[in-house]
């Protein structure tokens, strides 16, 4: 895991964001972004992981496009993320986009050092875990959700559903009490990260 940082460093918000190198190039972008749509200061921490699909997922789960299965690395990256998060006058939140997203739903999951959860068009079409959600406890009090208005408009039949797993999650959150939005962006999945990202921190952050 290589650390990249951004912002102000004596912040007393700290953003966590997991990532990969097809994301470094667009995170100045993305700090940009967070910055016209809140007056919060913020320190980021961009954390790249160097086997996305093994480091981000919570547990072990076949290819569903390509060969490369899913890991189950994620218990081991959250705790070298956690190592980050010790000074407790601080406020720290946690997200990503994609499988990142999904990790950051699920530390929501583990621990209760996250204030807010960013996830980004998350890959909540992971197999089993909208069924997770439903069986455990979420520690966060608030949630950003999105995804792409043309991302479940795939011929893949597993990352299809992930329309369908996006609202029966969102709805389970509203349900019991958790602040939290779902937006819709245009676009497919690959369309404007940053943006996207940018965008689902700045609503955490700002409550709202």
Not at 56 to 70: M, R
Not at 158 to 181: D, F, K, T
Request: glycine share 8%.
């Amino acid at each position: 895991m290589t650390i990249y940082e951004y912002g102000n460093p004596d912040a007393d918000t700290v953003l966590i964001q997991l990532t990969g190198d097809h994301e470094l190039s667009v995170l100045k972008n993305e700090v940009e972004e967070i910055r016209k749509r809140t007056s919060t200061d913020f320190r980021l921490i961009a954390a790249k992981v160097d086997d996305w699909n093994y480091e981000l997922s919570p547990w072990k789960a076949p290819a569903v496009f390509g060969n490369e299965d899913f890991g189950d690395g994620a218990v081991r990256t959250l705790e070298q993320i956690l190592t980050l998060c010790t000074d407790k006058s601080r406020t720290y939140y946690i997200g990503g986009y994609s499988l990142a997203g999904l990790f950051s739903l699920w530390a929501a999951y583990q621990t209760d050092v996250f204030s807010g959860i960013a996830a980004a068009s998350p890959s909540v079409w992971f197999p089993g875990f909208i069924e997770y959600m439903k069986e455990h406890e979420i520690k966060s009090e608030t949630v950003y959700l999105s995804l792409g208005d043309r991302e479940e408009k795939t011929r893949n039949s597993v990352m299809s559903q992930v329309g369908n797993c996006i609202r029966m999650g969102y709805g389970w959150l509203i349900e019991h009490g958790i602040n939290c939005n779902l937006e819709w962006n245009q676009g497919n999945h690959f369309r404007e990260p940053d943006i996207r990202i940018a965008k689902a921190f700045a609503w955490v952050m700002e409550g709202k």
